[in-house]
């Protein structure tokens, strides 16, 4: 006998099981649509931005969505897969500090373990040792006080994929390990910290730190596809899944090997991603076992004890992660780049939320920021409501001024930082302005104390404290600068600007009557313009090697050092030449001095000789 067709609407269950599916269809059929716009989205923002090709993953709760765009290698027009394998940066960090946590959860190491100890062999110039010695969450958190990179750790063409990592930090870089700012103290980002983080995993498993971070953690969250091991798109590393890196203008960049790797040698997939992604929103545990303490979770984006956190600012960078306030919603994330690729991850585990994307191009000029926008647009992710103003900020009379990065981003390069990199404060009206050289300005609202919010974030951003010395310091979570005087800064531009008219003076002059051929000859300027045109010598030889090259000890860096040590020397020796000339020129002596008083000066900062290779 049939079944007649109101029975199946009639029984309750029945009607469920219906309704439970057509939702499911529903759900289904949303997704699909969302997958198809999220796609066609990325897919234009590729184009826009002249990039080469992208992977990426979302996740949402229980719901993962991956994809690509664009080409793995142009040359072979080959399309961008899902599942294609990409170097990663800088995001390799966050990586690797889930295995050094992991370690701390079996007790196999602290997070107050004394590195310095730890790793005797190395020599670390640290003043505060003896009260503050560097430990494994200074290294995690930036907090060490340690120097982020010099050129010859990144660019070169002597590092192997398997260099011992003591390599890093040769023992006749006497100044290499100086500690800058008292350990835990303030952040300041160091890719030297995570490669001792590295050296701190093999010291205490007695294994590479690759090895046992592909064995222990990647297996363990089933990154099956992913690797800390050195992979390249040619070569006896290549391996066919790996996408081609690219400059702007599709310029081809192959892998590169560099000293400091485990800051940034790591390779992945967009799925392999969306698990680690999972394993963090999932407070990290596996399958139910707990692979990192939940306290530590806890703290993955969250500052303790440094000066600015002391100060109120409560974001900055945790174990792992840097807190981040952008396109009002609030988040915890990690930027990477390394040589023709560009990658991000961001998570809002309270909203068991997350993304992460690669990118194979490496253009100065492309605006990622849109790329961040995007996938927290797609996520939905929750506005944050901006705190409001109180008005009740400290006395602001003794904040406007000038300041400079204290410390700066590496040490080679502060008196440059100093002089192009700082920021003077303004007061207006209710705000205070943030200017710099390079940046738009900042208008900062007083919240509470020396806290104050930027008017295009929603949390407070910067904080101002002073120390026992009565020097005042803002901060922004990434970045510390301290007051200076105006007086002491502009007499170092002056300086610059006078020893660069000088020597301008001459070489122009001088190539003015070596062309005319002067009776009289160069005058006093002769070996000073001899001087500075050899200085063709070096510029030419860099330009026909390979950037790869410049922290190399080779005929261009050597010719480099040579005519730059002796440019003070050639100007004392004209100076003293002048004298016994009875018709020497007065703009001919005038130009000397104001060119060797600004070699003097960079030889008191140790900037001349010009020395890449230490």
């Known amino acids: 006998m049939p079944v007649k067709p109101e029975l199946y609407t009639e029984n309750p269950m029945i009607k469920t099981i219906i309704s439970s599916l057509l939702i499911l269809l529903s759900f289904s059929s949303a997704y699909a649509n969302s997958n198809a716009q999220l796609a066609t989205k990325v897919e234009k923002a590729i184009e826009q931005e002249q990039l080469v090709g992208i992977t990426w993953t979302a996740v949402a709760d229980e719901h993962v969505q991956?994809?690509?765009?664009?080409?793995?290698?142009?040359?072979?027009?080959?399309?961008?897969?899902?599942?294609?394998?990409?170097?990663?940066?800088?995001?390799?960090?966050?990586?690797?500090?889930?295995?050094?946590?992991h370690l701390v959860y079996q007790d196999a190491l602290s997070l107050d373990t004394n590195v310095e100890a730890l790793l005797g062999e190395l020599h670390f110039d640290n003043a505060w040792s003896q009260h503050s010695p560097i430990k494994v969450k200074h290294l995690l958190e930036h907090t060490a006080g340690l120097d982020n990179i010099r050129m010859w750790q990144l660019l070169n063409t002597h590092a192997l994929p398997d260099s011992p990592l003591q390599h890093a930090f040769s023992s006749s870089q006497g100044n290499l390990l100086r500690v800058r700012t008292e350990p835990g103290s303030q952040y300041s980002y160091s890719n030297m910290g995570y490669t001792l983080l590295a050296m701190v995993i093999e010291a205490v498993t007695k294994q590479r730190y690759e090895e046992y971070l592909d064995t222990n953690l990647l297996a363990a969250l089933g990154?099956?596809?992913?690797?800390?091991?050195?992979?390249?798109?040619?070569?006896?590393?290549?391996?066919?899944?790996?996408?081609?890196?690219?400059?702007?203008?599709?310029?081809?960049?192959?892998?590169?090997?560099?000293y400091l790797r485990p800051s940034g040698q790591f390779t992945t997939t967009a799925p392999d991603m969306a698990k680690f992604i999972r394993f963090l929103l999932h407070d990290g545990r596996v399958n139910g076992e707990r692979l990192i303490a939940a306290?530590?979770?806890?703290?993955?984006?969250?500052?303790?004890?440094?000066?600015?956190?002391?100060?109120?600012?409560?974001?900055?960078?945790?174990?792992?992660?840097?807190?981040?306030?952008?396109?009002?919603?609030?988040?915890?994330?990690?930027?990477?780049?390394?040589?023709?690729?560009?990658?991000?991850?961001?998570?809002?585990?309270?909203?068991?939320k997350g993304f992460f994307?690669?990118?194979?191009?490496?253009?100065?000029?492309?605006?990622?920021?849109?790329?961040?926008?995007?996938?927290?647009n797609e996520l939905d992710i929750s506005k944050a409501t901006p705190v409001a103003p109180e008005g009740n900020a400290i006395e602001r009379s003794a904040l406007p001024g000038i300041y400079t990065p204290s410390p700066n981003s590496m040490a080679e390069f502060e008196f440059m930082d100093m002089l192009f990199h700082f920021i003077w404060l303004e007061q207006a009206n209710e705000h205070l302005v943030v200017k710099s050289l390079q940046k738009e300005d900042k208008q900062l609202l007083a919240i509470e104390g020396g806290l104050f919010r930027d008017t295009t974030r929603t949390q407070g951003s910067h904080v101002f404290y002073a120390n026992k010395q009565g020097q005042w310091f803002i901060n922004d979570g990434r970045k510390t600068y301290r007051k200076v005087s105006g007086v002491a800064l502009a007499l170092y531009w002056l300086s610059m600007l006078a020893g660069l008219s000088g020597l301008i003076y001459i070489f122009i002059v001088g190539l003015i009557r070596l062309v005319r051929r002067n009776n009289q000859g160069l005058g006093a300027i002769k070996w000073g313009f001899i001087n500075l045109g050899l200085f063709a010598l070096p510029i030419c030889l860099y330009m026909n090697q390979s950037f790869l090259e410049f922290g190399d000890i080779n005929a261009a860096s050597i010719s480099l050092a040579v005519l730059s040590g002796l440019l003070p020397l050639t100007l004392v020796f004209c100076l003293w030449a002048a004298r016994k000339e009875q018709q020497c020129k007065r703009?001919?002596?005038?130009?000397?001095?104001?060119?060797?008083?600004?070699?003097?000066?960079?030889?008191?900062?140790?900037?001349?000789?010009?020395?890449?290779?230490?």
């Not at 080409?71 to 899902?82: C, D, F, G, T």
């Not at 050195?230 to 560099?258: C, K, R, T, W």
């Not at 930027?335 to 991000?344: L, N, V």
């Not at 990118?359 to 990622?368: A, M, P, R, V």
């Open 223 to 258: 990154m099956h596809n992913s690797s800390f091991e050195f992979i390249s798109q040619q070569g006896p590393f290549a391996d066919p899944l790996l996408a081609m890196g690219y400059h702007e203008n599709h310029v081809a960049q192959p892998a590169v090997a560099n």
């Open 295 to 352: 306290n530590h979770m806890a703290r993955l984006a969250t500052p303790l004890h440094t000066d600015a956190q002391r100060a109120g600012l409560n974001i900055g960078h945790g174990l792992a992660f840097a807190s981040r306030d952008r396109h009002q919603v609030l988040g915890m994330c990690h930027p990477g780049t390394t040589f023709g690729f560009r990658a991000y991850i961001c998570l809002f585990p309270e909203q068991k």
């Open 587 to 614: 703009l001919d002596v005038a130009s000397l001095v104001l060119a060797l008083q600004w070699c003097v000066v960079l030889v008191a900062w140790g900037l001349l000789p010009i020395i890449f290779w230490q």
């Open 357 to 376: 994307y690669a990118i194979n191009t490496d253009n100065e000029t492309s605006d990622y920021e849109r790329f961040n926008k995007l996938f927290i």
């Open 66 to 101: 991956v994809g690509s765009a664009g080409y793995a290698n142009v040359s072979s027009q080959e399309a961008m897969k899902p599942e294609q394998k990409m170097h990663v940066g800088s995001v390799t960090k966050s990586v690797l500090a889930m295995g050094v946590l």
